[in-house]
Every structure is written in structure tokens, then in C-alpha cells.
């Protein structure tokens, strides 16, 4: 089944303590991003990244990072997370990065930073 | 800049009403895409439309209806007949169409509840 997931679904933590969220795709595809959903903000773009080894700054960038060394993965690592990071994560991918290929969501990671 | 303003944060309506959702959107590009997402309670986003900014024909999908009118920069999206199972969180969005830009920026939503 082409798919999106990401893994922990769930997570607890506390400040400072590094964490990567996980996000894997298995359709092939190129483009890959990372959102954040909080409560009357909508969905903001983390970082996106248009293949291998090339990633960009979506519009709120800061206090994450994100590699893509394989077309699959592209995880989500917060090396020193804070509160203000508690959010409901979306990871996504398309199959190239024009607007006729619709985005694929994966369900979601809800991060909770104490 | 780019901008997506839905400025209805929730709505309430009966089973089969109809009800329109709006979208108003804000880009200094001439070519751009304009999405609708869902979002139920269960929390994944699923596509509904996409829409280029050529394209300004009306769409229909079952119970589903989209208006597109570049002249109020508006994509509002109507139910016709709602259903319990269209409660949701309802989701705009607009991409730009251009070398090096590839950001699709979301309104904030409009949770939208049928009633019974």
C-alpha cells in the first residue's frame, strides 16, 4: 500500500532532550516535506526538500533540522526541544514538487514537550 | 508574500443544509495553485482539489463544489446536502509556480459541524 508514515505517533518529552521524528514514504517519490499544525495557525512549512541530499527552509525553520540521505527517509530532528515546539507534526511527499502532483500526508505525529 | 484567509473559523449547520466554505488568497504571482484539503477527526489530511490559476472553470464532485474567482481572488468550496461524515476541519491552500519556490501555505481552517 503507497503509504506515508511516521513514527513515534506519540510523544512525551521533556526540554533539551533530542528527538527525531521519523518519516518514510515508499511510492518513490522526490519531494518531501515537514508541517506543523497548531491551533488557529493552520499548517506551516517546516523544511522541504526536493531530493537527496537537497533541503530547504520552509517559513519556520527554527529549533529543527532535517536530513535526506535516501529518497525514503526524511526525519525530523529536534536536537534541543522546547515547549513552544508541542505541536501536531505532518511529514508529506509528492512525486516531484510541481503543484500537479498532490502532496501525500502521512497521520500525523502529536509532540508534547513538558 | 503569500497569503490564505479562511475567515470562518467554524460553522454549525443541519443535516442536509448546504454550506459554503470560504477562501480568500493573497499572491503577487501570476501562475499559482489553489488546493482544498480535509482534515476529520481523526486527524490525517486527505486532498480534495487542486486548481490552477488559469483554470477558473467551476468544479463539481459528487456533493462536492468548488467556485473559482480570480477577480475576488476567492476558491470557496460549497456541500451541498451536508452529511455528518463532512464534519471536519477544512483546509485552503495556495502554491506558488515558479523556479525555486515551492511553498504551499495553508489558511488556518474552518472547522466545519454537522448536526444530526
Known amino acids: 500500500e503507497a503509504q506515508v508514515t511516521q513514527n513515534p505517533r506519540y510523544l512525551i518529552t521533556v526540554t533539551g532532550k533530542k528527538l527525531t521524528v521519523t518519516c518514510s514514504q515508499n511510492?518513490?517519490?522526490?519531494?518531501m516535506s515537514w508541517y506543523r499544525q497548531d491551533p488557529g495557525l493552520g499548517l506551516r512549512q517546516i523544511y522541504y526538500?526536493?531530493?537527496?541530499?537537497?533541503?530547504d527552509k520552509g517559513d519556520v525553520p527554527e529549533g529543527y533540522k532535517v536530513s535526506r540521505k535516501e529518497k525514503r527517509n526524511f526525519p525530523l530532528i529536534l536536537e534541543s526541544p522546547s515547549p513552544n515546539q508541542t505541536s501536531l507534526y505532518f511529514c508529506?511527499?509528492?512525486?516531484?514538487?510541481?503543484?500537479?502532483?498532490?502532496?501525500?500526508f502521512g497521520p500525523g505525529t502529536r509532540l508534547t514537550v513538558l | 508574500a503569500q497569503k490564505v484567509t479562511q475567515a470562518q473559523t467554524e460553522i454549525s449547520v443541519v443535516e442536509k443544509e448546504d454550506v459554503t466554505l470560504d477562501c480568500v488568497y493573497e499572491?503577487?504571482?501570476?501562475?499559482?495553485?489553489l488546493f482544498w484539503y480535509k482534515q476529520p477527526p481523526s486527524g490525517e489530511l486527505v486532498f480534495l482539489i487542486r486548481?490552477?490559476?488559469?483554470?477558473?472553470q467551476n468544479e463539481i464532485s459528487g456533493r462536492y463544489s468548488w467556485n473559482f474567482q480570480k477577480s475576488t481572488s476567492s476558491f470557496n468550496f460549497t456541500i451541498t446536502a451536508s452529511q455528518v461524515v463532512d464534519s471536519a476541519v477544512y483546509f485552503c491552500?495556495?502554491?506558488?509556480?515558479?523556479?525555486?519556490?515551492?511553498?504551499?501555505?495553508f489558511g488556518k481552517g474552518t472547522k466545519l459541524s454537522v448536526i444530526p
Open positions: 508529506a511527499s509528492s512525486l516531484s514538487r510541481t503543484p500537479y502532483n498532490e502532496q501525500f
Open positions: 511510492m518513490n517519490h522526490e519531494y
Open positions: 526538500s526536493m531530493n537527496v541530499e537537497v533541503t
Open positions: 499572491t503577487r504571482d501570476t501562475t499559482y495553485y
Open positions: 486548481r490552477n490559476s488559469f483554470d477558473e
Open positions: 491552500a495556495l502554491e506558488r509556480s515558479g523556479a525555486g519556490s515551492y511553498q504551499l501555505t
